[in-house]
Each structure stands twice: as structure tokens, then as C-alpha cells.
């Protein structure tokens, strides 16, 4: 064991600088500790996660009711978690085995989710994420990945937004690197802390009060359930709050699947008018003033992927994130640039965000009469437009640029516009415009 302990921290310390491969001189220690633990990310390969903690704003769901335990339940030792109006509180009990309050369903997979913890009494904690459960002579075992928080033990290690298996191996990805020193300080003692958690497919990242943490894959928990640890120990009481979550589907769903425009109505909420056809998956605008239609659902974080065709000189646009009474919000702006007058202006030309970011003068643009394939993907506060497969503009709302573009803006006067949740909207401009294979998958 000295021997390969010796010939890792010669691996992981060849070099003096910042690399994922480097163990801080104050973790060494923790190498012979958990050197058995044969699951674990070895230095050299870690992965580092230098991502901005995700936006936090927008539609999640909170896991936890505020009144009882619907939708959960308690395994493993005789631990108390007590249902608060605004909090769980648990409560270690000398003796007893950790405990995990697992919510019934099984399914979670690609997700971001949020929790705070505040430690009462110092103990260790955590979140199971796409945890399984298995049949033991004690009742049901949880076990899987584990996203860490330990509170302030004498000994704390800093490992807080760590990644631990759970009744699974040990120890996956410690955060003992040079690289993670930053989150290693991130907990804050006597004060509520944050934990944020991505999963998408096998990856795994997490942050700690803002500080990125983990960076983990796993091709084996993809699945699971999700638990709120009370870890066993002589003492503990560990307070749990906002606990939120905001699932993602790889699945698109076609906005016109039905063959009509019975996911669909008018601004007034009206059926759709003659004007509007549908012919062999194709949507057509013509006839006189048919005008614009919306999505009876409505929408804040997607993706939308579409196709559309502009007549000779014409002008339409899709628009999203909509306030129906002021019929407002951000368009992926679609114009015949060589005919429309319209196209003098940068920010009004095909994929422009309207009125405030051009488009890049490279796109790669079809004229009009030509199918285009267009992309919105609005994520938080960022958003993106794509063409015919290429990226050709982006934006964060509310950063330095775009308080800059939309002060100048025909929107300056209306607050918190492009952060609505709205309808998508297809254009009545007046001219010719044909759609298909519009489809929306929520982010």
C-alpha cells in the first residue's frame, strides 16, 4: 500500500502549478485514508467544474408541500424529520442508523435542483440524487450517488458539493485538488448554505453557494430516487429548505401533432381563423388579416426547433416569452432580407433577436421561397437563435450589452420584458409565410 501510495502522489504533484491532477498539501492526508475505496476519480482524471452556477430563476418545483411527507418516505435508521411550513427539520438520534427521507417517485434522470441546508446542531448530510433502493433483513436500503454535506465537523475536510456512494463504494469524486480549494471554503457556518445540482445523462456538476464544486460522471445512476440524509453520529440537527427541482425532457412534442390547431387560438382566445391553413404538415398565412396566433400553453425555458419559407419582399416573425395583452415579446425575426425595406436595419433581419441583436453577416441565410431551419433555445437569461444549423446570435438578458441594446430598444419602456413566461406566437405581418415541423421541448 506505501508503494502505491508513494507512486499516486508522485502522479498527482509533479507539478506546482493549479491542474486537476494536484492534491492540496492539506488533503494529503486523505489519500492513505480512503485509498481502498476503489470507485473513486482518480486525481489525475478528475474532471473540474468551472461553469457559473446555473440561473435559479424561473419554473421549478418544490419538492417539499410545507405541511407533511406526501410524496415521501422515511428508510433506513429510527431518525426524526420534522415537517415545518417552511423547512425540514431532522434530527440525529444516538444509535440509530443514517436515515433517508426518499421521495415515491423513482424516475428522476436529467434535472437542475436546489436545496439549502442550515446545520442547528453540527452533523453530516446530503442529497441522494437518482438513487435506487434494494431489500435488505432491515427493510429497504438507499443507495447510489450522493451529493455531500458534512456542516463543521472538528475535522472537516471541505468536501461539501462532493459526490459520495452512498452504501455504493465510498468515496466517487473527493474535492481534495488544488482546483477545488475554492469550494472547499465555500460553507458558511451559522447561516444557510445552497447546494445546486445538474444532472444531465451521466454528468453530474454541483456548486456550493455559488462556487463550482463537482464534476462527476457516471454511466451507472442515471435513475433514481431523490433523498434528504440525516447521516448517523452522537449528535446532529440539520435544517432543509426551498428544496426545488426543474426536470428536463429530451423529448420534443410537435405544436401541431393533432393535424389542426387545437393547441392554438388567437389573442382573444378565439379559434384560429381561415386565414390559418394546414395542408400536409405544412402551415400556411395567407388570406386577409387572419392575424397573429398563439400557444394555449405557455412557455419560459425551451427549446423550439422549426422550419419556415418567407414569400418574395415578406416579412413574419416567432415570437416568445409573450405578454398577450401587450402582445410583446422576444422574436426570431424572419424576412426576405434582399426585398423587405426592413432589412436596412441590422437587428430587424433574419434571426435577429428584433429590435436589439443582429444576427451574425455570415448566417448562413436561404432566400426567400427557400425552406430555412430555424432554433430558439431560451435558458434563463440566456438566449440563443440558430439558422440552418449555425449559432448566429446570443444574448443574456439583463447583462451589461443588452441593458445597453434595449435602452434603445422600442421595448425600453416595459419592464422585465424577454423574462415573461408566454405563449409562442406565430406572426400575422401580413404576407405570405409557410411553417412545419414546429416542435417545443421545455428545458
Not at 433506513?76 to 425540514?88: F, L, N, R, S, T
Not at 427539520?89 to 444509535?95: L, N, Q, T
Request: hydrophobic share 35%; with cysteine; charged share 25%.
Amino acid at each position: 500500500m506505501q508503494t502505491y501510495i508513494a507512486l499516486w502522489l508522485s502522479v498527482c504533484c509533479l507539478t506546482t502549478g493549479l491542474t486537476a491532477g494536484t492534491v492540496s498539501e492539506s488533503q494529503q492526508k486523505f489519500i492513505a485514508k480512503y485509498q481502498s475505496q476503489k470507485y473513486k476519480v482518480a486525481p489525475e482524471d478528475a474532471l473540474i467544474n468551472t461553469d457559473a452556477e446555473p440561473d435559479l430563476s424561473g419554473n421549478f418545483v418544490d419538492l417539499y408541500n410545507g405541511n407533511n411527507f406526501d410524496g415521501w418516505t422515511i428508510y433506513g435508521g429510527e431518525m426524526i424529520y420534522e415537517a415545518h411550513p417552511d423547512k425540514i427539520v431532522g434530527k440525529v438520534v444516538p444509535g440509530e442508523k443514517s436515515a433517508y427521507l426518499t421521495t415515491d417517485r423513482g424516475d428522476y434522470t436529467n434535472f437542475l435542483l436546489t436545496a439549502e441546508f442550515y446545520w442547528k446542531v453540527s452533523s453530516n448530510s446530503g442529497i441522494m440524487i437518482r438513487a435506487k433502493l434494494r431489500d435488505s433483513q432491515d427493510g429497504k436500503v438507499v443507495y447510489g450517488t450522493q451529493v455531500e454535506m458534512e456542516g463543521f465537523p472538528d475535522n472537516q475536510r471541505g468536501w461539501s458539493g462532493g459526490i459520495f456512494g452512498q452504501s455504493a463504494g465510498g468515496w466517487y469524486y473527493p474535492l481534495w485538488l488544488d482546483a477545488h480549494a475554492e469550494a472547499r471554503q465555500a460553507l458558511k457556518q451559522e447561516d444557510w448554505n445552497r447546494v445546486t445540482i445538474l444532472c444531465q445523462g451521466p454528468m453530474v456538476k454541483t456548486w456550493v453557494n455559488g462556487i463550482p464544486a463537482a464534476h462527476y460522471r457516471t454511466e451507472e445512476f442515471q435513475q433514481g430516487h431523490l433523498s434528504l440524509q440525516v447521516h448517523s453520529g452522537k449528535s446532529g440537527e440539520v435544517h432543509f429548505r426551498n428544496v426545488k427541482i426543474r426536470e428536463f425532457t429530451d423529448s420534443f412534442v410537435d405544436l401541431f401533432q393533432s393535424g389542426d390547431f387545437s393547441a392554438w387560438k388567437r389573442f382573444d382566445g378565439a379559434p384560429v381563423q381561415a386565414g390559418w391553413q394546414i395542408h400536409d404538415g405544412v402551415i400556411f398565412r395567407g388570406g386577409l388579416k387572419p392575424g397573429s396566433i398563439v400557444t394555449k400553453t405557455e412557455y419560459s425555458d425551451f427549446e423550439l426547433k422549426f422550419e419556415w419559407r418567407i414569400s418574395a419582399a415578406g416579412n413574419s416573425g416567432i415570437k416568445y416569452r409573450v405578454i398577450p395583452e401587450k402582445r410583446l415579446g422576444l422574436e426570431y425575426q424572419i424576412l426576405d432580407d434582399e426585398r423587405h425595406p426592413d432589412s436596412k436595419k441590422l437587428n430587424h433581419r433574419t434571426a435577429s433577436i428584433y429590435d436589439l441583436f443582429a444576427p451574425s453577416e455570415s448566417k448562413p441565410y436561404k432566400p426567400a421561397g427557400e425552406w430555412n431551419s430555424g432554433r430558439i433555445v431560451a435558458a434563463g437569461k440566456r438566449v440563443e437563435h440558430w439558422l440552418n444549423g449555425e449559432k448566429v446570435v446570443e444574448a443574456e438578458i439583463g447583462g451589461a450589452l443588452w441593458k445597453q441594446r434595449f435602452a434603445t430598444s422600442k421595448y425600453s419602456r416595459h419592464d422585465g420584458f424577454g423574462t415573461w413566461s408566454g405563449p409562442i406566437l406565430l406572426q400575422d405581418h401580413l404576407d405570405e409565410v409557410w411553417y412545419r415541423n414546429v416542435q417545443i421541448r421545455t428545458l
